[in-house]
């Protein structure tokens, strides 16, 4: 999905998050006993399902710490950050990268005459 434009009204500041489904499926495995036998045994594992962008809104007194996101390769993503919500005790990957997020927060709080 390309960027979105973070908007900021007041002191709220709105952008879209990235939030990745998972799944919980079970597999049986055949295990041998102590008898010799072969025993099946269900075991779980998770799946990364479908990637869903949604619309979010907080205030901007909210955002207490904004970071780079690693990807499952260790490798750092420039195109998206993380950003801590101390309000609802969450953290949500943006879809902006660090550098758009914190010109923001900045700009508004100098408004705010911060």
Do not use: W
Not at 72 to 87: A, E, G, L, P, T
């Amino acid at each position: 999905m390309k960027k979105t434009k973070i908007y900021i009204e007041n002191d709220y500041i709105s952008f879209t998050i990235v939030h990745v489904t998972i799944k919980k499926k079970t597999k049986n495995t055949a295990i041998v006993n102590e008898n010799g036998e072969k025993v099946m045994i269900p075991v779980e594992y998770e799946v990364k399902g479908k990637t869903l962008y949604l619309n979010y809104s907080c205030r901007i007194d909210a955002i207490s710490a904004i970071s780079s996101h690693i990807n499952d390769r260790n490798q750092v993503v420039k195109s998206k950050c993380i950003i801590f919500d101390r309000y609802s005790g969450r953290d949500y990957l943006v879809n902006n990268s660090v550098d758009e997020v914190k010109s923001a927060v900045i700009k508004q709080n100098k408004k705010m005459g911060y």
